[in-house]
């Protein structure tokens, strides 16, 4: 459990009013929560594998081991994300596409941590995030929508009610819904149980979707990428079925979003399964 004391300092810098510290956030995102990198380079090797250094996993590239940015060798917690990343870099052709390689930016992003951010920064973050929650604002004017939405997103607000314990407002007009002290601190406690790199992930995933609630649902595997991005363009979707679309961009777009998402869940649910094996193992070695 987290310290109720590093919660509580969140709420105090949340009463204090944290918007300008989350517009400056806000505006360097994503180079600072999901730093991508997107020169140009060729392709410059054969093979990639993965070798276990210790407790850590560690990405080949012809036997060179993967640097960030910065010159860190990239590490990682699980066999299954350097895989994961390994993949990435196996399938690149002549030039290495490098803004569609979301798992090794967000793992540059958190070892490199180029904003010098701390877990409580991005607690605040994702905090003051919450009350702009797509789900949280149904439309008062257009009927028809309202009803889809209640019916699409009122599943998932009720799972996000019943899992942390809470009641959540929804807005009808552009003023966002009040959230509860007792959402912010039982929502705190429960970020500051993710480590920094899972809480990167959770914030790449969050502004994809627009929504901290699906990207939880995400996590918790209450939702796969898919319907979390398919709730997330509710109300796009809804628009394009009355005045029409370009097949093709809307393809693109739904597809890099969802690619986005399954990258952060993959981060996230790396380090939480890391986290739990690790508890497990202290708990056999006391017993």
Known sequence: ??????????????????????????????????????????????????????????????????????????????????????????SQEENIAQPSMHLTALCNTALDNPGKLTSHDITTYILEYLSTDTLFFHSEEEKDLRVLQEEKWGPVLDWFQNR???????????????????????????????????????????EALKSPVLMLACVDRYLEPTEAVMLARLEEEYQLVRWGRVPWAHELNQAELTARVAASCLVIQSSVEKHSLSVKNRSEQGS
């Open 1 to 90: 459990m987290v310290p109720g004391a590093l919660a509580y300092s969140i709420f105090k810098t949340l009463s204090k009013s944290s918007q300008p510290f989350c517009n400056v956030l806000r505006r360097q995102s994503p180079k600072l929560l999901g730093c991508q990198f997107y020169a140009t380079h060729k392709r410059f090797y054969r093979r990639t594998d993965i070798i276990q250094n210790e407790d850590k996993w560690e990405i080949t590239l012809d036997h060179r081991r993967l640097k960030t940015p910065n010159g860190k060798v990239l590490k990682v917690g699980s066999e299954q994300l350097a895989r994961a990343i390994a993949a990435e870099w196996d």
């Open 164 to 206: 942390f314990g809470i009641k959540q407002e929804i807005s009808l007009d552009l003023e966002p819904p009040p959230i509860s002290i007792k959402t912010r601190e039982v929502l705190a406690r429960h970020f500051l149980s993710y480590d920094f790199a899972a809480l990167n992930g959770f914030t790449f995933g969050m």
